[in-house]
């Protein structure tokens, strides 16, 4: 059992667990309070999963290779970084790594600690920081930016050279949706009422 707020009328409730796509309104204005989600576990699992492997390739594999006459020169995600880096631009090269690197690893991996272990059925240690941290956290991924940023560059360097799209831009496009669709899937009242901390 827990409390929340009406966001419309600011009376407070108890809020008992909730049955499978079940939703508590407000007794006084009738404002839907939270929603249960369904299947929440395994489709946070799921996503996270799918996140995790688009991840490894948007890291590892090239992300642009750019061709000049008979030049060719790739990039990838992380020497990319270590480029801004070493011309001396070290905030938005700290920047990058936190966004886009750090935060969706740090996001995922928490994520399946706190998952399995509930798919499971078992406890772990420091389940309910590790959550508090991921709901903390939760606006600190701007892969958005930054995938914004390589398209402008794209098309400003496609006037100099051949500007070719590697697999890991496409594994990084893809993983802002994933990793948007594993956050909505967290049903955060369900994760508190299981871990038995307060929202
Ligand atoms: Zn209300």
Redesign the pocket.
Known sequence: MHQIA?H??D?IHDIPPMPTRGAAC?V??G?VLLRAQANSIDRTIAWTTAGLVLYVVAVTFPFLAMRSGSIIQETALLTGIQQLYSQGIYMLAFLVLLTCILIPLGQMLGLLYIFIPLKLNVRVKFAIPVFRLFQHFKPWSMMEIYMLGILIAMVKLGKMATIVPGLAVIAFGLLIFVLNFAITAVDSHMVWERLGGES
């Open positions: 009406c419309e009328c009376l407000c006084r204005c404002a």
